[in-house]
């Protein structure tokens, strides 16, 4: 069935699967509902929210929560954001572009998201116009403004292996006096988005030291607790726990100037720590958690399974999809979509590629090429992300692979995001596929490590509530998971049939 097809007979018959389920939205399938900075009211501890191609779930293992006062939900300081600002529920608490639009046209641009600190293309341009924000507007892109050279790491200082030179400055950020990396304080803007702040037992959590074994080095330690950390949250895993990135947000992101409070802190991660999220309707395929239904998907499932080892070897990461092949009582509709969706979790979990020249993964003793599948780099059990330290360059960012318009993505002419040249130092290790020169989109990890191997290396986001959150990657370079399908399919010559392209999709949009 086509993109279109599907979209628009999502709209008319996401409200009849809604109104079958356990809360109802009464409101079309594509409106977004959108919870402000300082809501009055409650979020419910279970909660259905339409979206094109369904509905999403969220469930609050804690219970209901009065969002007056809690400081997830409250401004806290000076630009009248809060972190639900963009860590929507309705977007499995990330930020969807459809939210995003929404807003912009609700209140003429004037809701704190746009706030041009980070909400605009760089600070320093006229708040009320739509170009201030392009890439917001047009790809969900927050701007991640990092400090060059990289801050000790654990104590110990870092040598950059390289220095970084702006080729192209679209957003005119990079190259500002005040803002830029030739600025008083050096900085390097590039342009990320929002992650998930839900189920993140499986995201972020203690591990032994040498959990990274695939890059060779110690885990980050929680400064609060000492313990080491899984270091799979953030594009470069910059902040090792969540109650160190709940501190930088409020900076970066709030303005908060005074520390937040440990009251303060506990009850944001213990916020986000028992919130669980998952589709959990689809216009096609109908409710996604019936009793009988496969294990993964939901968000209560979620809730109850515990953190196991994933692996991608014998256990089926996402649980199995056998009885969706065929369940008694379904419509066609149902039937077709459902064989889909468990053919697809085949096509992700079985079907073999070439996997090669990706920094962190064809370099780790497995051979390059390698035949493999999808689930060799997102192994871990329940959202897919990666069991070690999560920083790979699967080509998101680094040329040649990397899309530069989202347009038109292998446009070579239309250029958005900034370019920059990165010239490693001769005694430094060099990028195993790009040597000592490399292009690049946003340097991920390497900004934060300084090391030449990690350039272009982006942590794994988790895959829970895709449905509810386009555009993809984290430089939200795939407008769709049709698109992020072909980005892989291009990347590594995979050759998939029209039919796996279809049920891959269709797998990745129930989750
Ligand atoms: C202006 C938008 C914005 C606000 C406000 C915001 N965040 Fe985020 N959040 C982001 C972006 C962008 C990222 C990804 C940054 C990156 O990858 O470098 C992110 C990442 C995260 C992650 C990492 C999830 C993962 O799996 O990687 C968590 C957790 C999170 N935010 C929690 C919070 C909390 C708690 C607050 C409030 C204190 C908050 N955020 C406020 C934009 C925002
Ligand atoms: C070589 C390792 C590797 C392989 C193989 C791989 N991925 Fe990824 N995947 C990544 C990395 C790294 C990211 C993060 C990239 C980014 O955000 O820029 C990612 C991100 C994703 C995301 C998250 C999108 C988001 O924005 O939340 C999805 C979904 C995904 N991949 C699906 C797939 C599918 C489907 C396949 C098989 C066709 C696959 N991946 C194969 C490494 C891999």
Not at 104 to 130: S, Y
Not at 272 to 283: I, N, P
Not at 422 to 448: K, S
Request: aromatic share 8%; glycine share 10%.
């Amino acid at each position: 069935m086509d993109k279109l097809n599907r979209a628009v007979l999502g709209r008319v018959l996401a409200l009849g699967v809604l109104l079958a389920a356990e809360s109802v939205q009464a409101q079309p399938a594509d409106a977004r509902e959108w919870i402000a900075a300082g809501t009055a009211g409650t979020l419910p501890a279970e909660k259905t929210f339409g979206n094109a191609l369904g509905g999403l779930g969220i469930v609050n293992a804690g219970g209901a929560v009065d969002m007056k006062g809690h400081p997830f939900f409250e401004p806290l300081g000076s630009n009248g954001r809060a972190c639900v600002t963009c860590h929507q529920p309705a977007d499995s608490m990330g930020l969807s572009l459809a939210s995003i639009r929404q807003q912009w046209v609700a209140t003429g641009g004037r809701d704190p998201l746009f706030d041009p600190i980070d909400g605009a293309n760089c600070p320093n341009l006229p708040r009320d116009a739509a170009a201030s924000h392009s890439l917001l507007l047009e790809r969900g892109l927050i701007r991640v403004g990092i400090a060059w050279p990289p801050k000790p790491r654990n104590g110990v200082p870092i040598e950059p292996e390289f220095s970084i030179e702006v080729v192209r400055d679209p957003t005119g950020c990079n190259t500002d006096p005040v803002y830029g990396l030739d600025s008083d304080k050096p900085t390097v803007s590039v342009y990320r988005r929002p992650r998930v702040a839900a189920n993140l037992k499986y995201v972020s959590y203690e591990v032994g030291a040498f959990n990274a074994k695939r890059l060779a080095m110690v885990n980050d330690r929680d400064p609060f607790t000492g313990k080491y950390m899984s270091m799979n949250i953030m594009s470069d895993a910059r902040e090792p726990s969540l109650r160190t990135q709940a501190i930088s947000a409020a900076r970066d992101h709030m303005q908060v100037r005074e520390p937040l409070t440990d009251e303060v802190l506990d009850r944001i991660v213990a916020f986000e720590s028992q919130l669980y999220a998952a589709q959990v309707a689809d216009s096609h395929g109908g409710s996604l958690v019936e009793q009988g239904g496969p294990l993964a998907l939901g968000p209560r499932n979620l809730q109850q399974q515990e953190r196991g080892l994933g692996d991608n070897f014998g256990v089926p990461l996402f649980r199995s999809f056998e009885m969706w092949r065929p369940a008694p009582g379904e419509t066609q509709m149902q039937r077709d979509f459902r064989e889909s969706v468990a053919r697809g979790h085949d096509v992700f979990f079985i079907r073999p590629f070439y996997i090669s020249d990706t920094a962190h993964i064809n370099t780790v003793g497995m051979g390059n090429p390698m035949k493999r599948t999808c689930a060799t780099c997102h192994n871990s059990s329940m959202v897919g992300t990666d069991l070690s330290a999560g920083w790979v360059d699967v080509g998101t960012n680094n040329l040649p692979y990397a899309r530069q318009s989202f347009e038109n993505p292998w446009s070579d002419t239309r250029h958005e995001l900034p370019l920059f040249k990165i010239t490693c130092h001769d005694e430094a290790r060099p990028h195993p596929f790009l040597g000592r020169v490399i292009y690049t989109q946003d340097p991920g990890r390497a900004l934060i490590s300084g090391r030449c191997v990690d350039v272009g290396s982006i942590v794994m986001g988790q895959f829970r509530g895709l449905a509810a959150r386009a555009p993809y990657f984290s430089n939200g370079s795939a407008a769709s998971l049709r698109d992020l399908v072909d980005f892989y399919d291009r990347r590594f010559n995979i050759g998939y049939s029209e039919q796996e392209k279809q049920d891959l999709t269709n797998f990745l949009s129930v989750l």
